[in-house]
């Protein structure tokens, strides 16, 4: 079946400092791969997505690259904000199922 | 487009009462989804229907939840009688009926059940 492991948190980091978070994902077939942002008291939001092999997603700063060979989407920033404080979300969808699957989500914290 | 319209935003409620959950997803979305998150579990998906019909409700704990979808604007996830672990934050997702499509997700029903 379909699983996403994602890296555990809490991260910490001080403003301007790179991010990663690892993401790596067991699928059949050729999955879509999500990333979502959940800022405090509120809904979940689609930060970027993928839809191939090789496919780069991108958005506010944010990047991460499909990697069909090491079954990976990992999430990079060059440059955090105290704004970017929030949970992030790996996910994918594939198969004939419309739900996705989500990893357990990391806890970003940025200090000013 | 509103989005995914989700109320009440918060409940209270005592143990043992009716709580039910409302949500209006974005329009012309076919696939709806109800999740429910808790520190200890998560981010779990309770049930999700495809044109009004559900079609995978193994994720619903129990027979105190129920979820119906009467139309394809409106959706609700019921909780009788309610107890103490059931409080959590419910959200309501929305999108296309199309594998690997992006799910909208509303701003949630924080339940607090005492």
């Known amino acids: 079946g379909n699983s996403v492991t994602q890296m555990e948190g809490p991260v910490t980091l001080s403003e301007e400092a790179f991010l990663t978070i690892n993401c790596t994902y067991t699928?059949?077939?050729?999955?879509?791969l999500f990333w979502y942002v959940q800022y405090p008291g509120e809904g979940l939001q689609l930060l970027l997505k993928?839809?191939?092999?090789?496919d780069k997603g991108s958005n506010k700063g944010f990047e991460a690259t499909y990697r069909k060979e090491t079954t990976s989407f990992h999430l990079e920033k060059g440059s955090v904000q105290v704004s970017d404080s929030a949970v992030y979300f790996c996910a994918l969808g594939s198969g004939s199922a419309r739900q996705l699957t989500f990893g357990s989500g990391t806890q970003l914290t940025v200090l000013p | 487009d509103a989005g995914v319209i989700q109320s009440p935003r918060h409940e209270v409620t005592e143990m043992g009462q009716e709580v039910t959950l409302r949500c209006k997803p974005i329009?012309?979305?076919?696939?709806l989804f109800w999740y429910r998150q808790t520190m200890m579990r998560g981010l779990e998906l309770l049930i999700y229907?495809?044109?009004?019909?559900?079609?995978?409700d193994s994720g619903m704990p129990e027979d105190r939840f129920s979820a119906k979808m009467p139309n394809a604007s409106f959706s609700t996830l019921k909780i009788q009688p309610s107890e103490p672990r059931d409080s959590a934050v419910y959200f309501c997702?929305?999108?296309?009926?199309?594998?690997?499509?992006?799910?909208?997700f509303g701003p949630g029903t924080r339940l607090l059940v005492l």
């Open positions: 997702a929305s999108s296309w009926d199309r594998v690997g499509e992006t799910q909208y």
């Open positions: 993928a839809t191939k092999a090789d």
């Open positions: 329009s012309g979305h076919n696939s």
């Open positions: 229907f495809n044109n009004n019909v559900p079609i995978d």
């Open positions: 699928a059949t077939g050729y999955p879509s």
